[in-house]
């Protein structure tokens, strides 16, 4: 795997700066939804960026594409299917990315749900999934369905255990109040929320996570889990008949939830 660091902006959100192996000072940033935070890091760490990574639409994600541009003659890379500012190279399921003059390659998957085009960049051990997946939860379906949006999570859930996970915010410590409110003796959500809490406390980064460490804690991830199926049917007083509807309802839940 290869060193990612972040930069924060807004409230909660994270920028990634993913670094070449073979020459550290380059960089790819992924998500550049404000332009000031990533500049000042660039120069203050001496990194030289190659390429602009883009997963969705959203304003907090591409925000800052065109001012970077205005310092850097770089490529911008994101969604076919969506408006991405500046963007040079549209990209789909099944492309694969070679990023020029860097040892940095990508694979992309198309994951639809929290918007419609959304998609990730799988590669050097990690995975960038935007408002897709987050830790210990998931995104709000602003543009898709829970049908999109379950099976984009089953994707990103086949890949493997160890792969890193970085999205696009800091929402892991409320993500697992609801987590244990679903699944109270999930021993390892439990555990899991100690050592967030201490990181916040510091405040210290929680992410990357991993993939394994989602399909033992995240309930999106969970819907086939009888404790998250039971606790879900138990909350809307009737009986669902799919992995999919306890998906839609435990997305509806959390949509309400103030725990």
Request: net charge negative; proline share 6%; charged share 20%.
């Amino acid at each position: 795997m290869t060193s990612v660091l972040h930069v924060c902006a807004f409230e909660d959100n994270y920028i990634w700066l993913i670094r070449d192996p073979g020459a550290p000072e380059r960089v790819a940033i992924v998500d550049p939804g404000d332009a000031e935070p990533v500049l000042l890091a660039l120069e203050a760490q001496r990194l030289k960026p190659v390429a602009i990574l883009c997963t969705h639409h959203h304003g907090d994600h591409v925000g800052g594409v065109e001012e970077i541009l205005q310092h850097y003659n770089i490529p911008v890379y994101g969604p076919a299917r969506e408006r991405i500012p500046a963007l040079t190279h549209p990209l789909k399921e099944g492309d694969r990315i070679q990023l020029a003059d860097s040892d940095l390659s990508f694979s992309l998957l198309d994951v639809p749900g929290h918007t419609a085009g959304h998609i990730t960049y799988y590669g050097m051990g990690a995975v960038f999934c935007g408002d897709t997946l987050f830790s210990a939860g998931c995104g709000r379906l602003f543009e898709g369905t829970a049908e999109q949006m379950h099976a984009s999570l089953s994707k990103l859930a086949a890949l493997p255990e160890t792969t890193a996970m970085y999205c696009g915010h800091e929402y892991t410590e409320a993500n697992l109040r609801f987590a244990l409110t679903v699944e109270p003796d999930n021993h390892d959500a439990q555990a899991h929320q100690t050592q967030v809490r201490a990181q916040r406390a510091q405040n210290l980064a929680t992410l990357p996570s991993t993939i394994g460490l989602e399909r033992r804690i995240n309930p999106f991830l969970r819907s086939a889990i009888p404790s998250v199926r039971h606790a879900t049917e138990k909350h809307l007083q009737q009986t669902l008949k799919s992995e999919v509807a306890v998906f839609a309802a435990l997305r509806r839940w959390k949509d309400s939830f103030r725990g």
